[in-house]
């Protein structure tokens, strides 16, 4: 007597798409409330991002609401859940409501609620005072596909590789009230380098970027692709931490490309102000 064989046991579609809804429901959850990746896709944050840096953005700091949720679930509400204000010098990630923005931008708050900003001959004014500001000189950044020099000064370097091109920036290094510092970028004359004397509303806060003649911050109206200027906290984020690594351009979606296009230093980077 010969036994049946048995029949192969059948996938329970059910159960593996309820899986597949929670682990998603799960990773949503944890890029909401707690921190998520977040990829710089911009030069407007040099010197201290480039175009290739990933970072870390925590979610918590200033508390929650619709900017928190990922993939720009939810339209924009008023309020934040346990919400606190950001502090003067933090890289926050923005989802700026009624700019027609659909990718969030990485950006530096400058002013909070109450303060009067303005910017006079490229320099950063708070309060009728000008913000302490060191001139650094000319500083060498490596350029390579996701650094490319254009308005930037290049230069070939001297020594092992004389064919290994170099951007050439001027450099600054700000410090805010509270003694918190960061470097900057003063690279020629822009259109924004004077403007008239804003006073930030409750609620707001006023964000510039640090390559202050290439970003398009609180100082442009929205129609020149600006914030329009300072932006309510509803629409803050998250707080970037830290650079987890960073790619030269040759790297594609293929972690076997990432080896040999690392950029070696940027790891652990913190990008929390000095002071």
């Known amino acids: 007597m010969t036994d049946n064989p048995k029949a192969p046991p059948r996938t329970n579609w059910a159960a593996s798409l309820r899986d597949l809804a929670g682990l998603l429901l799960l990773v949503i959850g944890f890029h909401s409330l707690v921190a998520k990746p977040f990829y710089i896709p911009s030069e407007s944050m040099m010197p201290g991002l480039r175009v290739g840096d990933r970072l ?11 900017a928190s949720i990922s993939f720009h679930l939810l339209p924009f509400i008023k309020g934040r859940l346990f919400g606190s204000m950001p502090e003067r010098g933090d890289i926050v990630i923005v989802s700026p409501p009624g700019s027609g ?3 969030d931008l990485v950006k530096r708050v400058v002013g909070l609620p109450g303060d009067e900003v303005r910017m006079v001959r490229g320099r950063l004014w708070l309060n009728g005072r000008a913000v302490p500001t060191v001139d650094l000189g ?16 290049p230069e070939t ?27 900057v970028l003063d690279l020629y004359p822009g259109r924004q380098d004077d403007t008239a ?16 003649d290439n970003s398009a911050d609180s100082r442009f109206a929205v ?3 600006g914030l ?3 932006v309510p906290v509803e629409a803050i984020g998250g707080r970037a931490e830290f650079v987890t690594f960073s790619l030269k351009g040759e790297a594609s979606w293929s972690p076997v490309t990432w080896f040999s296009n690392f950029r070696s230093g940027r790891s652990g980077v913190s990008l929390r102000p000095e002071g």
């Open 197 to 212: 004397p804003y006073t930030v509303p409750e609620g707001h806060v006023f964000l510039l970027g640090d390559n202050r």
């Open 138 to 153: 000319y500083r060498r950044l490596r350029a390579d596909s996701n650094l490319r020099c254009s308005a930037l000064e």
């Open 223 to 225: 129609a020149s692709n």
């Open 101 to 103: 923005k659909q990718d």
């Open 157 to 183: 370097r001297r020594g092992s590789d004389p064919d290994e091109l170099h951007c050439r920036v001027h450099a600054l290094r700000e410090t805010l009230p509270g003694k918190r510092s960061y470097d």
């Open 228 to 230: 329009g200027g300072a």
């Open 56 to 66: 870390l953005v925590s979610k918590y700091p200033y508390g929650w609401s619709y």
